[in-house]
């Protein structure tokens, strides 16, 4: 049971003899199971008050780097500051770089900035671009891990992408379409922020490839580079709405939902199943009033909390590396809506 504690802490921890520690830690009889396991317990809490002991006074500067619609920035704004408090006794504090759109130059030139300035760690939504991929290499050079969240830049040295399996939920979105949908006829639409983010391109990937295998006589009608703008989704949707004679499907990976169901209003056209993602408020208010079929949802502060933890690993504030897990895809309905 190998250990960096003297036999006496650990025996004080424990409540026993020093002796008994003794004993336990060479496995020799003579101890009964319930005093061995309370000698194991009493050097797990010592490992675990040695992590608070770091991390005692320790401050960390993170800096969130998003381009994405004010939505989903408010939404992860409000769960990092919900979340943070939950980490002491670290210190967190959270500096925001925000765009809707940001055209490529400046947003390396932010990164180039955190670089030369420093942070403890850079939360990432961009898009996958060589150009991005060489600002995160700048980055990890100077010390300054990033953790991409929601979409991932994997041809960089960024210590650990945060969020729900991409492909998984498009998968899963196709299951929900097909289902709802049955055997009414048309094709199924599915409206993108644009290729750039990963994380749309691998949603929209899943949400095709499991429609093949379920259902392979549907088409599927891509409706590309909306850049998640309510009013580019109207123009592109109604576009669309004009030569298809039928929608069976929705499925929106990005955003844009006011803007596509507008199209199909201006039309005086419907649909038979509407799948989104995340819980931003103009999403709730789409779901409850049945314009929007189920919504997607991953445990953001769950996301943020990973990255935390990233960040805290990568400094040594905490044991070894932290390795993310994704998080779990949520169905989310009128029903089930309270408390989300």
Known sequence: MPHPYPIREIAQQAGVS???VDRVLHDRPG???????????????????????????????????METPRRFSTLTRDALESELPALRPAVFRARYHFREEWPTTELISQLDTLARK????????????PEVAAAIDRLAARRIPVITVVTDVPASTRIAYVGMDNRAAGATAAYLVSQLVGERPGAHLVVTSGALFRGEEEREMGFRSEIRRIDPERSVI??????????????????????????????TP?????????????????????????????????????????????????DL????????????????PQRPRPTAIQIVTPPNLAGL
Do not use: W
């Open 18 to 20: 020093e002796a008994t």
């Open 31 to 65: 101890v009964r199971a319930g005093t061995a396991e309370q000698v194991r317990q009493a050097i797990a809490d010592l490992d675990r008050q040695r992590t608070q002991l770091r991390l005692s006074g320790r401050r960390f500067m993170l800096d969130v780097v």
């Open 118 to 129: 420093g942070s403890h760690g850079v939360i990432l939504k961009a898009p996958d671009l």
């Open 222 to 251: 891509e409706v590309p580079n909306t850049a998640g703008s309510d009013e580019a989704c109207r123009r592109a949707v109604a576009a669309v709405l004009a030569r298809e004679p039928e929608i069976a499907g929705v499925y």
């Open 254 to 302: 990005g955003g844009g939902n006011r803007g596509v169901i507008a199209a199909f209003d201006g039309a005086d056209r419907g649909y038979h199943a509407y799948i989104g993602h995340d819980l931003a408020e103009s999403n709730r208010e789409l779901l409850c009033a049945g314009r929007i079929t189920a919504l997607l949802h991953h445990d953001l502060r769950a």
């Open 305 to 320: 909390r990973q990255a935390a933890h990233a960040v805290m690993g990568y400094h040594g504030a905490l044991p070894g």
